[in-house]
């Protein structure tokens, strides 16, 4: 049987600048960051919806509305869903959080420049406080979640000309949007004293900063437990027995967060547009096999934390499952689970003319998933599903799921909030 961890304490964590975390709060909430100055970080990644969107595979730039409300914009319709499921973002501010994405394709590494390997090179990574800021370079730059697309504005225009960095890139337009937002000066000036103008890895320190500080998750009845305050009890407790031992959730579920921070093939079905670029095959994602190159990483993706997974459906890359009962019994054994698969369930939002459905169709791409599985299926009954499912929720932290800052009144852009 895995033991149970050790407690969260302070020092798990990294120290943040209170200065930069209201600034990075307003710049969370902001669309300003968009090409079109009409999606935020917070369109995917909202309080209300347990940090993430509360669909399977997001609509972004192109969309309107929140969450499973969000629906294609006729007169800006979207090229294609966002491929994979929006992660939550809990504790990503604690310092055993070394790689991020669902592949992992950005993480810490001492022998790069920067100290951070990504694949956009040293240049684009150079200058980022940590790991967890140097990820927003991802979504301002891509053309389905914010710049937009081409010719669409001045963002998306230098994007699709290679011209990120230096003067006139995409990054020092954004950075002169906001510093020209005359409501942001006193929040520059007080989150960078020292500096005579924001550059983007300011912009984005500063997101990362409220990242870290509103939504640090270690005062669960879970947390409790381990620090002795009180016992876990009834299902909750014979859950927590299962996942530390007969069940086996613990061998890639461990740590105080739940996490291995590792890669799995663990069979979670594939649909939408697949993780590929423009001119590649749009109909599979490799996972961690696009990032490694290495065929043994075939449908492998990270383990991902559970903390307050309760509130973080839908479930898997491509959140395939709406009820996290329903996924643990899948999860349990997938290769029997793909034979019973039912699109039907998927939470998608309407996308006209889309294909969603062609790995699942595809009875060779169905059994190049099932070959890559990695995972032993483990025998689980309804009783323990239900159990397991009541000490997840013990990992629930109410005042992480509301957030320390919460959501602000208004932005300095004027813009407006998804709520």
Known sequence: MASSPEPVRDADYVAVDMAQVRLGQMLFYDPILSGNRNISCATCHHPTLGTADGVSLSIGE????????????????????????????????????????????????????????????????????????AQTMFPVLSADEMAGHYSENDVSAAVRQGRITGDGGAWSLLSARVAGTP??????????????????????????????????????????????????????????????????????????FQTDHSFHAAGVPQFGPGKAARFENHVRDTGRMRVTGRTEDAYAFRTPSLRNVTATAPYGHTGSH??????????????????????????????????????????????????????????????????????????????????????????????????
């Open 183 to 256: 409501g942001y000066q006193p929040l520059i000036s007080a989150a960078f004293p020292a500096q005579e103008a924001i550059d983007f890895t300011d912009i984005s320190d500063a997101i990362a900063a409220f990242i870290a500080f509103e939504w640090r998750s270690d005062t669960s009845p879970f947390d409790a437990h381990l620090r002795g305050e009180v016992a876990l009890e009834g299902e909750a407790a014979r859950g927590m027995e299962l996942f530390y031992g007969p069940a086996g959730c613990a061998a890639c579920h461990s740590g105080p």
């Open 322 to 419: 709406t009820e996290l009962a329903a996924f643990l019994a899948y999860h349990a054994d997938p290769v029997a689970g793909l034979g019973r698969f039912d699109p039907a369930g998927v939470a998608l939002p309407d996308l006209p003319g889309v294909q969603d459905w062609q790995h699942v169709e595809s009875a060779a791409e169905q059994d190049a998933l099932r070959a890559a599985i990695t995972m032993p299926a483990v025998t689980l009954s309804a009783d323990d599903v239900a159990a397991l499912v009541a000490f997840l929720e013990a990992l629930t932290d109410p005042v992480a799921l509301t957030g320390r800052l919460g959501i602000p009144e208004a932005v300095p852009s004027g813009l407006p909030l998804d709520r």
């Open 62 to 133: 192109g969309g309107t509305g929140l969450g499973p409300e969000r629906r294609a914009d006729p007169d800006n319709m979207p090229e294609q869903r966002i491929p994979r499921n929006a992660p939550a973002l809990f504790n990503l501010g604690a310092r055993e959080f070394t790689v991020l994405f669902h592949d992992g394709r950005i993480e810490v590494d001492p022998d790069k420049p920067g100290g951070l390997r990504t694949p956009m090179g040293a240049e684009m990574s150079a200058g980022f406080a940590s790991l967890l800021s």
